[in-house]
């Protein structure tokens, strides 16, 4: 299995001043439970996801390698589970999704396509959606017919729809916000859509850079930053 980390570490932010001036509130929830339980939440996503392609894959349908046989259920699957598009990808990197059918490109210059060609599941590729042009994480599943790669079905799971799922389940005050960052820094959710994908390294605050890079760095802890003129607390 292919781990395109979709997040390395989960922060709750928390407004504790306005820079300059006196303190504006506290927050009165348990941060480090919340923090639990989105992680918990999105990992549940994930992985119910992972598990419906691992049975559609599974099913004589899909490893027919033909679009026509296997369009039905992943038509069924996508209108049960809303906030992702599904497809079928062939090993010459044609691919087909519910909605659009034929695709007149192929999944080929993706980063996780090698992965699929030589078996292994990928789980949290981040991308631009082709189909879509949403953020989105990939989940894809490859399908084997004889021991042979035939395939893959997949899912690209749009991160806005995520976040306003993360969000109305777990109701935060207003001076309170959660993002998770991958690996390489670039911000996979946050309560905030339109920083998706954006790296808070490069966003203008030296204090937001420095809490960045330690928040990679450490499997937890608590940190400070400036930004928007607003002193925040990062956990």
């Not at 490109?105 to 030589?118: G, N, Q």
């Not at 490859?142 to 306003?164: T, W």
């Amino acid at each position: 299995m292919s781990q395109k980390s979709f997040f390395l570490c989960f922060i709750l932010s928390i407004v504790t001043m306005p820079a300059f001036g006196l303190a504006q509130c506290t927050l009165g929830i348990d941060a480090k439970n919340v923090l639990s339980s989105f992680v918990a939440y999105t990992d549940l996503r994930i992985n119910s996801v992972q598990q419906s392609l691992e049975i559609l894959a599974a099913t004589t349908e899909a490893r027919s390698g033909k679009w026509e046989n296997i369009k039905g259920l992943l038509s069924g699957y996508q209108k049960s589970d809303s906030g992702l598009i599904v497809w079928y990808v062939r090993p010459d990197g044609t691919y087909y999704t519910v909605d659009k059918g034929l695709m007149d490109v192929k999944l080929t210059d993706r980063s996780y396509f090698p992965d699929i060609i030589e078996g292994r599941s990928v789980i949290g590729a981040l991308v631009v959606s082709k189909s879509t042009a949403q953020r989105s994480t990939v989940i894809a599943i490859p399908v084997k017919e004889e021991g042979k790669i035939v395939g893959a079905v997949g899912a690209s799971l749009f991160l806005d729809r995520l976040s306003e799922q993360l969000d109305s389940t777990f109701i935060l005050p207003q001076d309170a916000a959660f993002f998770a960052l991958a690996p390489n820094g670039l911000t996979t959710l946050h309560r905030e859509k339109d920083r998706h994908f954006l790296d808070p390294r490069e966003m203008g605050s030296e204090t937001l850079k420095m809490a960045a890079n330690e928040m990679l760095a450490k499997t937890s802890g608590e940190t400070t930053y400036i930004f928007d003129n607003v002193m925040k607390m990062a956990i």
